[in-house]
């Protein structure tokens, strides 16, 4: 008797923490909010078949507990009830799938107004860079890094000198500007995540990933490093800000860009090269 | 034979009720095996599948690794094809041995065993001295992806062969018996060492053919 | 004989012809080494497989006891980052590979697939014992790495380069290389292992046997050794190439890199790390399976056993294993939707592994559909498969969160995955292979474990590791990341994440503890258990038919058995006793009715 009633509470227990427990997401704060709704639905598919199943199972041990004087039925198969039932979880699979791949076909759609930033992590911490004011960004290699160019720019590319160049832990973007983050790794495998925007992509070595969003909340959001990358994988942290126009602009105006750099270490040859370019 | 003698494909096999009283009727005939070949040849089967997987991932990997910019072709030395040339010479061997295992002619059988041997030596040690030759030109295992494919193809097959002569060795034990040679299990013994030998030359052509022509 | 194995015999009533006892050289033991040590005989190789399993095992049992502390409770047991990730890579590779894999392949493998299918031993049994030797070895290897000069490898079991060879990463010295040796000889073990597995079930069953009356059991051994042949060979081509990456400085998966915290450059160049990630999967997602299957096909027999019934849709169950199996070899870069690989890759993936539900959910509803009308015993086999049975329709469920590539991208990474695949791949074959320890135990001492003990062992792993792992799903939808040493109190997750991760760590420690329980159970009831009779749960599969209990040397005694039905005749109408074994003939059954069903 008390192993159905135990199962009994196993289900309700788990629809009941669902309920009431206070641990849930924090609310989104990008477009991706449809993520949101595919989880969910999955989550109450899921979720009715759960129940179904567990407290079928409790009524099969307590209706039919051992009793010497019964026998069990006597039944190989079922063709069709198992017709019906594989039909119904196709249909559930289908009613899955075809919202998460419509939303996962905007997720890999990148629309043409996007702003192409750049992310680079390294153990351990993040490096961003913007595009400057050509808007393009420039081209990079991992052979060009130095103490004066972090990035790796390709000085022989007229689109880097003006490109933003932001050391530090703290990126700032503008509201409802849609963003495109290109991700650039220089030695290990890291993932540039912040959880309010339910997006992530790994930041592989010898590429280029990346993945688009739009911010539609301001705020300051914590970013995570979420791909495994060494001894201080936990402590790779950094934080975003989204501004309103104003804020956003003040913040850009006091960042150097890669001619403004190379000028502060004295870099001669290479101004010389920049200013032909300019 | 049987009139029952169809070939049972997987899906009829497994289409069958087993609770059915009469396909238990006809099971209950069944022997129990389910292939007809010996474990050894199964056994000997098993491994060969397993050992194609294997090279299979690494031609993947290779054909993968080969369209970046960096991949340089290495110069393939003459010796290479002489090689080559041994080892297809020791399978033709080997062909004629199995021909004289069968028709329990094991003297013809003892004379092959031991020039397919020689053979397998030379190619071991010709393959060694490329490695020599290649090394000493400048390329090393690390110097390029091309290198280092080359010498990993070379190292496996090479070690492949070597499990083979370790098989050719218990081969030899068996028709060189000194009580009397147990014809079957001689035969059996010198029928599988030949199939491997004949994979092992397949492996080493697919290999040089897919680092001399791509 | 024909091809179809079926030979030419008059029909008749009882047409089976006199067995041809081939007289197979069997293996004799002539001293306490050869008999215990260096045995050929596939029980005691079982044994041994088992031991060592569980042994290690142990190992990474205490790894998570550790882990969990620091989570919870950091500072309470000093460690630092690299001791943490050291303990949650070894953690993992011990627990998939060495415990489980080894176990229900190595273990009930070896015990079972020759006594159900009603062969005398294995067919190489000289191989076998080798297999078994090798897979200690490779257990050596492995217990040597965390001796070496900058301890056992924290690259996590996935081992992605380049952080596994880099010097960022603890134990990327002799760590790795040991780790990735010991899994080379692990898989050189495995395949003499397989090769045996595959072929007696093929080729050395004992007349009547056709594949179609083997038992669940048997397909889910015999299935998952055909996958670990085709995935192992690509563990072994990953882990040869980083080797060689490591030691040799090829480029296989390096690309240029810079040392770690923007150090000199590396001297590597052009290699891609996803292709090792593509490898890597493509054994790593079989794997899950090699670990399901025996399960799967075990908890079937005992569902059907002690519920008194004929497994549900036998037939479905086997078309799902097959299925199951093919499928798996096409969904692996579902581990890698975030990887950075082409995302039109996405869709093909996805759909493929929203499609593997289906078989597994079939397989899900077989079972609970063998319970109903059933009658059920609750011993304690059948309440581990109870507690399976819910773990695992979770732990599945939350797999199509997982395969659907969009709900993945906010999940992977986070405690969702930890969550999901513990309860999957973990919990739901650990309590199926509980459930088969209290089940063949009797067959394998002759002695009862003690049922007491067996169900407050029950009842502490089920609700336990439920506790540990239902709420850490949620942790998950909070996008807390996983392998991370200590989650700083910023901006992402509220303070409350902390309460939860305790009671998680309390949970964990009284579930692990709990296994003490069985331990003791095992060590006592092999001298001091109830005296079991022989065939005590009444079961038709042929391991319980032997003569002796436990089964002597060769199995079965002069003659092996004949087989005249299907491993589940239970509760046929119309005959005296509940269950009618497979080697009953048809007269033999007191009342003939109960062959007309």
């Known amino acids: 008797m008390i192993v159905p009633i135990v199962i009994l509470l196993v289900i309700l227990g788990s629809v009941a923490f669902h309920f009431w427990s206070p641990w849930?997401?924090?609310?989104?704060?990008?477009?991706?909010?449809?993520?949101?709704?595919?989880?969910?639905?999955?989550?109450?598919?899921?979720?009715?078949?759960f129940v179904a199943v567990g407290l079928f199972v409790a009524f099969c041990v307590w209706k039919y507990r051992y009793n010497k004087d019964r026998t069990a039925d006597y039944e190989p198969e079922n063709a069709r009830l198992e017709w019906i039932l594989t039909i119904l979880?196709?249909?559930?699979?289908?009613?899955?799938?075809?919202?998460?791949?419509?939303?996962?076909?905007?997720?890999?759609?990148?629309?043409?107004?996007?702003?192409?930033?750049?992310?680079?992590?390294?153990?351990?911490?993040?490096?961003?860079?913007?595009?400057?004011?050509?808007?393009?960004?420039?081209?990079?290699?991992?052979?060009?890094?130095?103490?004066?160019n972090m990035f790796g720019l390709n000085t022989d590319d007229p689109h880097s000198f003006d490109d933003i160049l932001i050391d530090g832990d703290e990126l700032h973007i503008l509201l409802n500007q849609p963003l495109k983050v290109n991700l650039r790794s220089l030695d290990v495998l890291h993932?540039?995540?912040?959880?309010?925007?339910?997006?992530?992509?790994?930041?592989?070595?010898?590429?280029?990933?990346?993945?688009?969003?739009?911010?539609?909340?301001?705020?300051?959001?914590?970013?995570?490093?979420?791909?495994?990358?060494?001894?201080?994988?936990?402590?790779?942290?950094?934080?975003?800000?989204?501004?309103?126009?104003?804020?956003?602009?003040?913040?850009?105006?006091?960042?150097?860009?890669?001619?403004?750099?190379?000028?502060?270490?004295?870099?001669?040859?290479?101004?010389?090269?920049?200013?032909?370019?300019? | 034979m049987s009139n029952r003698n169809k070939e049972e494909s997987i899906l009829q096999l497994l289409t069958q009720k087993p609770w059915d009283p009469a396909q238990a009727e006809l099971d209950n005939l069944h022997s129990g095996q389910t292939i007809d070949l010996s474990t050894g040849k199964l056994g000997q089967r098993y491994i060969i599948i397993v050992s194609t997987i294997f090279f299979c991932l690494f031609i993947v990997t290779y054909s993968d690794r080969m369209i970046y910019a960096d991949w340089q072709n290495m110069p393939e030395p003459l010796l290479l094809w002489f090689n080559t040339f041994v080892l297809l010479a020791s399978s033709i061997i080997f062909i004629s041995v199995q021909v004289a295992s069968n028709k329990k002619q094991f003297e013809k059988v003892k004379r092959g065993l031991l020039m397919i041997g020689g053979l397998a030596f030379i190619f071991i040690l010709g393959q060694l001295l490329v490695w020599q030759k290649l090394i000493g030109l400048g390329y090393y295992v690390a110097g390029n992806p091309a290198n280092a494919y080359f010498?990993?193809?070379?190292?496996?097959?090479?070690?492949?062969?070597?499990?083979?002569?370790?098989?050719?060795?218990?081969?030899?034990?068996?028709?060189?018996?000194?009580?009397?040679?147990?014809?079957?299990?001689?035969?059996?013994?010198?029928?599988?060492?030949?199939?491997?030998?004949h994979f092992l030359l397949f492996v080493w052509l697919v290999l040089f053919g897919l680092m001399s022509f791509s | 004989m024909a091809a179809n194995g079926y030979e030419d015999v008059v029909k008749g009533d009882d047409a089976v012809p006199a067995l041809e006892v081939q007289p197979q050289e069997l293996y004799h033991a002539k001293s306490f080494w050869t008999r215990y040590i260096f045995c050929q005989d596939a029980k005691v190789i079982a044994v041994q497989y088992s031991l060592t399993a569980i042994a290690i095992g142990l190992v990474g049992l205490v790894s998570s006891w550790l882990i969990r502390m620091q989570i919870a409770y950091p500072?309470?047991?000093?460690?630092?980052?690299?001791?943490?990730?050291?303990?949650?890579?070894?953690?993992?590779?011990?627990?998939?590979?060495?415990?489980?894999?080894?176990?229900?392949?190595?273990?009930?493998?070896?015990?079972?697939?020759?006594?159900?299918?009603?062969?005398?031993?294995?067919?190489?049994?000289?191989?076998?014992?080798?297999?078994?030797?090798?897979?200690?070895?490779?257990?050596?290897?492995?217990?040597?790495?965390?001796?070496?000069?900058g301890g056992p490898t924290g690259a996590g079991w996935t081992l992605y380069p380049p952080q596994a060879i880099t010097s960022g990463t603890p134990g990327s010295g002799l760590g790795i290389i040991l780790m990735i040796v010991s899994l080379a000889v692990f898989v050189v073990g495995f395949t003499m292992g397989g090769l045996n597995y595959v072929i007696t079930t093929l080729q050395a069953r004992t007349r009547g046997m056709t594949l179609m009356r083997l038992p669940l059991t048997v397909w889910g051994i015999f299935v998952a050794t055909v996958l670990a042949l085709f995935a192992f060979p690509a563990l072994l081509v990953a882990g040869i190439m980083m080797l060689l990456d490591n030691i040799l400085g090829t480029s296989f998966f390096m690309p240029a890199i810079l040392e770690a915290g923007l150090g000199e450059q590396m001297a590597y160049d052009g290699g891609s790390p996803i292709l090792f990630q593509h490898l890597f999967w493509f054994f790593g997602h079989p794997e899950v399976?090699?670990?399901?299957?025996?399960?799967?096909?075990?908890?079937?027999?005992?569902?059907?056993?002690?519920?008194?019934?004929?497994?549900?849709?036998?037939?479905?169950?086997?078309?799902?294993?097959?299925?199951?199996?093919?499928?798996?070899?096409?969904?692996?870069?579902?581990?890698?939707?975030?990887?950075?690989?082409n995302p039109w890759f996405g869709f093909f993936f996805a759909t493929t592994t929203l499609i593997i539900a289906i078989p597994t959910a079939l397989k899900v509803y077989n079972w609970v559909l063998t319970l109903w009308r059933g009658n059920i015993q609750l011993t304690v086999p059948m309440l581990f498969a109870i507690g399976f049975l819910i773990t695992f329709t979770n732990g599945g469920l939350t797999g199509l969160f997982l395969g659907n590539v969009i709900v993945d991208v906010p999940l992977s990474d986070t405690y969702f995955v930890v969550a999901h695949f513990h309860m999957v791949m973990g919990i739901a074959p650990v309590l199926v292979v509980y459930g088969a320890i209290y089940h063949w135990f009797p067959l394998i001492t002759g002695r009862f474990l003690n049922n007491r003990l067996g169900k407050i062992h029950f009842w502490i792993t089920f609700l336990g590791s439920y506790s540990i792992y239902f709420p850490m799903h949620y942790l998950?939808?909070?996008?807390?990341?996983?392998?991370?040493?200590?989650?700083?109190?910023?901006?992402?997750?509220?303070?409350?994440?902390?309460?939860?991760?305790?009671?998680?760590?309390?949970?964990?420690?009284?579930?692990?503890?709990?296994?003490?329980?069985?331990?003791?159970?095992?060590?006592?009831?092999?001298?001091?258990?109830?005296?079991?009779?022989?065939?005590?749960?009444?079961?038709?599969?042929?391991?319980?038919?032997?003569?002796?209990?436990?089964?002597?040397?060769?199995?079965?005694?002069?003659?092996?058995?004949?087989?005249?039905?299907?491993?589940?005749?239970?509760?046929?109408?119309?005959?005296?006793?509940?269950?009618?074994?497979?080697?009953?003939?048809?007269?033999?059954?007191?009342?003939?009715?109960?062959?007309?069903?």
Not at chain 1, 25 to 47: H, K, M, R
Not at chain 1, 103 to 124: A, C, H, R, S
Not at chain 3, 531 to 538: G, L, R, S
Request: glycine share 8%; charged share 15%; hydrophobic share 50%.
């Open chain 3, 75 to 149: 500072g309470v047991i000093p460690m630092d980052a690299s001791a943490y990730y050291q303990l949650v890579t070894m953690h993992g590779m011990i627990m998939v590979i060495y415990l489980l894999t080894a176990l229900f392949l190595g273990g009930f493998g070896n015990y079972l697939i020759p006594l159900m299918v009603g062969a005398r031993d294995m067919v190489f049994p000289y191989v076998n014992m080798l297999s078994y030797w090798v897979f200690l070895l490779a257990v050596l290897i492995l217990v040597a790495s965390y001796f070496v000069p």
């Open chain 1, 89 to 148: 979880t196709a249909l559930g699979v289908i009613a899955l799938l075809t919202p998460g791949l419509i939303v996962w076909n905007k997720f890999v759609t990148v629309p043409d107004d996007v702003y192409e930033i750049e992310v680079l992590g390294y153990q351990w911490g993040w490096g961003f860079r913007l595009p400057g004011q050509d808007g393009i960004l420039g081209t990079t290699d991992i052979n060009n890094i130095n103490d004066e």
């Open chain 1, 24 to 49: 849930w997401w924090s609310e989104v704060a990008s477009n991706w909010g449809n993520i949101d709704s595919t989880i969910l639905l999955t989550f109450w598919v899921t979720g009715v078949v």
């Open chain 3, 476 to 597: 998950g939808f909070m996008g807390v990341t996983r392998r991370y040493f200590e989650v700083f109190e910023g901006e992402a997750f509220p303070v409350s994440i902390v309460g939860i991760n305790q009671f998680i760590t309390i949970a964990a420690l009284v579930t692990g503890f709990a296994q003490l329980v069985f331990f003791y159970n095992l060590i006592v009831s092999v001298k001091h258990g109830d005296k079991a009779e022989k065939n005590p749960w009444k079961a038709c599969s042929l391991e319980w038919q032997t003569t002796e209990m436990p089964p002597g040397h060769g199995n079965f005694e002069k003659e092996l058995p004949i087989v005249h039905r299907w491993a589940y005749d239970f509760s046929v109408p119309g005959a005296n006793e509940d269950y009618i074994p497979q080697n009953i003939s048809p007269s033999e059954v007191s009342n003939a009715q109960a062959e007309k069903t």
């Open chain 1, 191 to 278: 993932d540039f995540y912040v959880p309010q925007f339910r997006a992530k992509m790994d930041m592989i070595p010898g590429m280029i990933t990346s993945y688009w969003f739009t911010p539609i909340k301001t705020g300051s959001f914590e970013i995570l490093c979420a791909e495994y990358c060494g001894t201080a994988h936990y402590a790779m942290l950094g934080t975003v800000l989204v501004d309103e126009k104003d804020d956003y602009d003040e913040w850009l105006n006091e960042q150097m860009t890669f001619k403004e750099t190379l000028a502060l270490n004295k870099n001669n040859d290479l101004i010389k090269v920049a200013s032909k370019n300019d």
């Open chain 3, 289 to 341: 399976y090699i670990v399901a299957l025996p399960a799967f096909g075990i908890v079937s027999d005992l569902i059907s056993v002690h519920a008194r019934k004929n497994i549900f849709g036998y037939r479905m169950m086997v078309w799902a294993i097959v299925i199951i199996g093919f499928l798996s070899f096409i969904v692996w870069a579902h581990h890698m939707y975030v990887a950075g690989m």
């Open chain 2, 151 to 197: 010498y990993l193809f070379t190292a496996l097959h090479g070690l492949h062969l070597i499990g083979g002569l370790i098989y050719w060795g218990m081969t030899i034990r068996k028709v060189w018996s000194f009580n009397e040679i147990i014809v079957k299990n001689a035969q059996h013994t010198v029928e599988l060492c030949g199939i491997y030998w």
